[in-house]
């Protein structure tokens, strides 16, 4: 697609419900991110993939977060058991890298989780 | 941590101003980036600069490195309402270049 695409742009749930939530990356971009931005504040990184190496989880904060990617296309991002302090925006972006090449990343406009 | 830190977290100025925010680090760098966000929601590049680069300019930003101090500062100048936003610097850290860590971000108010 032209840009990334990210669902659902909103999601309200209950404390303790599983949520999955999508990213759809820009064709051909072989590197994806996801980020956590709570209310006022910077982002967070979760994790990173690139094209068929091991993911860098180093930035999701608990077991309770995982991710996964198929290829170099659509990523899943699921929080187990959601507790409040979940809330927050949940921004994807992708990259396309090549070699030792900067990276410059394209957003989408990010999910809005709210646990109550 | 190795987030960068923006300041001041805030800043308002009248339109036809200058604006100056300021991006310190703490490890050596691959590249610095500036986002600029609007919204809360998706982050858009504005300008990338590199570690073996002190000064960049593109449109109305100038972003200028000085790895000495591990800061950046971007200007904007001549400012509009329209540049009301929220700016972030991303740091690519040497050994982990694949992975941008972002500061904590400056909020830009610009009136007419």
């Known amino acids: 697609g032209a840009g990334v695409s990210q669902s659902p742009s909103n999601k309200v749930t209950e404390k303790g419900k599983d949520v999955e939530l999508r990213c759809d990356p820009i064709?051909?971009?072989?590197?994806l991110y996801w980020y956590r931005q709570r209310l006022g504040q910077g982002l967070e990184f979760l994790i990173y993939?690139?094209?068929?190496?091991?993911?860098?989880k180093s930035g999701l904060p608990s077991d309770r977060f995982s991710a996964e990617r198929t290829g170099e296309s659509v990523s899943t991002l699921t929080i187990q058991r959601t507790q409040q302090e979940d809330s927050a925006v949940y921004l994807c972006a992708s990259s396309f890298r090549r070699g030792s090449g900067a990276n410059v990343l394209t957003f989408g406009a990010g999910s809005r989780l709210t646990v109550l | 941590s190795q987030q960068g830190e923006e300041d001041p977290q805030a800043l308002s100025i009248q339109e036809g101003e200058n604006a100056t925010m300021n991006c310190s680090y703490k490890t050596s760098i691959n590249n610095l980036q500036w986002y600029r966000q609007n919204s809360g929601r998706g982050l858009v590049h504005l300008i990338l600069?590199?570690?073996?680069?002190r000064e960049k300019h593109s449109g109305r930003l100038r972003v200028t490195l000085d790895t000495s101090k591990k800061s950046s500062s971007l200007l904007i100048t001549a400012s509009r309402a329209a540049d009301t936003a929220s700016y972030f610097c991303a740091t690519a850290f040497t050994g982990t270049a694949s992975k941008l860590t972002f500061g904590t971000g400056t909020r830009l108010q610009v009136t007419l």
């Open positions: 600069i590199r570690s073996n680069e």
């Open positions: 993939f690139q094209g068929n190496s091991a993911p860098d």
């Open positions: 064709s051909g971009h072989t590197a």
